[in-house]
C-alpha cells in the first residue's frame, strides 16, 4: 500500500502551519478589504502567505512560486516547467461569513499538470493529500495539536453511482448556467459547498461532479485538482479538453472545467 512521500509531508505540515495562522485571525474576528479586481482580501490572507512562501522559498529555492497575493500585488516569478501555486486562503468570503469552509491550498505543477497537492480545512479540521504517482490521503485534525501523518488513509473517488449523481457546485456562485449544464447528467442529489472543498468532496467519493462556469484562478484549484487526480478522477475544459497550469499570457486565469469522479464514461451528458 502506498503511502504520502516525504516532500507531501513536508507540503501538507507547512499547510497546516499556515492554517493555525489563519485560525487566529479568525477567533479574534475579521476584517476584509477589497483588492484592485474588487475580491476581498484579509490580514489572514497575507499572514498566511508570508509564511508559506518564507518556508518553500527556504526548502525549495530553485522552485518558482506563484501565490495568490503576491500575484495581486504585481510580484510574478518567471516560472518554468515546474513551480508551486499557492493560495492561503480560497473561500475568503466563506472565511469572512464564518461557516469555515476555507482552506489553506499548496500544489507543485510539473510540465502543466498538478503532481502533488494539499488542501487543508483549518475550521472544519479535515486535511487532504495527493500525488501522482502515490494516491490520495484525507485525516481529521486537531486544533493546536500537531498532526501526526501516520494517520492520513487512502481516499478515492467511487463510480458513478447507477440511481444518479450527486453535483456538488459553489456556496457562493452557483448559477442559472451551472443548473443548465447539470441538466444534461441524471443528478440525484445536490451539495453545496465552498472553495476548493468541492473537488475534495469528488476525490473522496462523497460526490460525483462539480461544474465551475465562472471565474477561477489556477491556485483556487490545482491543488484540490492535484488530490482529485490521485484519488482516480480529473478536471477537463466544459468541452472535455485536457485542463493545464502554467497559463502565463490569461495571467494565470482558468477556463470553465468540470471536475468528475468515476470513469468519465459513467458521467457523460445526455447532450
Not at 122 to 147: C, D, I, S, Y
Not at 178 to 194: M, Q, R, V, W
Request: glycine share 10%; with cysteine.
Amino acid at each position: 500500500m502506498s503511502t504520502p512521500s516525504a516532500f507531501l509531508i513536508e507540503l501538507a505540515r507547512i499547510a497546516w502551519q499556515a492554517g493555525e495562522i489563519i485560525l487566529s485571525h479568525y477567533a479574534a474576528g475579521v476584517e476584509a478589504r477589497r483588492k484592485q479586481d474588487q475580491s476581498p482580501v484579509t490580514a489572514a490572507d497575507e499572514e498566511a502567505e508570508r509564511y508559506i512562501l518564507q518556508q518553500l522559498r527556504a526548502k525549495w529555492p530553485e522552485m518558482p512560486v506563484i501565490a495568490e497575493e503576491e500575484v495581486a500585488a504585481g510580484k510574478v516569478q518567471e516560472i518554468g516547467t515546474r513551480f508551486f501555486l499557492v493560495d492561503p486562503l480560497d473561500g475568503t468570503k466563506e472565511f469572512i461569513s464564518g461557516n469555515g469552509e476555507f482552506t489553506v491550498n499548496i500544489a507543485e505543477i510539473e510540465n502543466g499538470r498538478p503532481v502533488r497537492g494539499v488542501v487543508y480545512l483549518p475550521a472544519k479540521e479535515r486535511l487532504f493529500v495527493g500525488e501522482t504517482p502515490g494516491g490520495a490521503f484525507a485525516m481529521a485534525t486537531q486544533a493546536g495539536v500537531q498532526p501526526d501523518f501516520a494517520q492520513l488513509k487512502a481516499i478515492h473517488v467511487r463510480p458513478a453511482p447507477e440511481d444518479g449523481l450527486v453535483a456538488v457546485a459553489s456556496r457562493s456562485h452557483r448559477d442559472y448556467n451551472t443548473d443548465e449544464y447539470l441538466k444534461k447528467f441524471p443528478i440525484k442529489d445536490f451539495a453545496a459547498a465552498g472553495s476548493s472543498l468541492k473537488l475534495c468532496l469528488v476525490a473522496a467519493g462523497e460526490a460525483d461532479i462539480y461544474p465551475r462556469l465562472g471565474r477561477t484562478m489556477e491556485w483556487d484549484i490545482a491543488a484540490g485538482h492535484a488530490v482529485l487526480a490521485a484519488a482516480g478522477g480529473e478536471i477537463t475544459t466544459i468541452d472535455g479538453r485536457p485542463f493545464t497550469y502554467g497559463k502565463v499570457e490569461e495571467k494565470f486565469a482558468n477556463q470553465f472545467f468540470v471536475a468528475r469522479g468515476g470513469p468519465p464514461e459513467s458521467a457523460v451528458g445526455t447532450g
